[in-house]
């Protein structure tokens, strides 16, 4: 079983940037794929980025495509969001979790960490 934990969040003025860090501990880390959910109040949780077992498969939500960037750093393991021109409605909690990315994009999730808070202010 993977445990996930989230840091990096917290306040930051719309145009500026954020990196969210998500370690994991387990054997099977390095065999999962890892995702980054986000919910804002009174909204459903939605799928950000995913970053597959390896560098050949990333998928990201069409509204942070060319301004938030997934990494992985299977030696560490860890997994960054890197998040750059930040809006206000990318204000919410920022959750990492550790699932299956298929060839098709499509992604499973699996085990959550705890969710980091990112606000964005205008």
């Known amino acids: 079983q993977v445990q996930l934990v989230e840091s990096g969040g917290g306040l930051v003025q719309a145009g500026g940037s954020l990196r969210l860090s998500c370690a994991g501990s387990g054997s099977t880390f390095s065999r999962r794929a890892i995702a980054w959910y986000r919910q804002a109040p009174g909204k459903q949780r939605e799928l950000v980025a995913a970053h597959g077992t390896s560098g050949f498969k990333m998928i990201y939500l069409d509204s942070v495509k060319g301004r938030f960037t997934i990494s992985r750093d299977n030696a560490e393991n860890t997994v960054y969001l890197q998040m750059n021109s930040l809006k206000p409605e990318d204000t919410a909690v920022y959750f990492c979790?550790?699932?299956?990315?298929?060839?098709?994009?499509?992604?499973?999730?699996?085990?959550w960490g705890q969710g980091t808070q990112v606000t964005v202010s205008s």
């Open positions: 979790n550790a699932g299956t990315l298929f060839v098709s994009g499509a992604y499973s999730a699996g085990a």
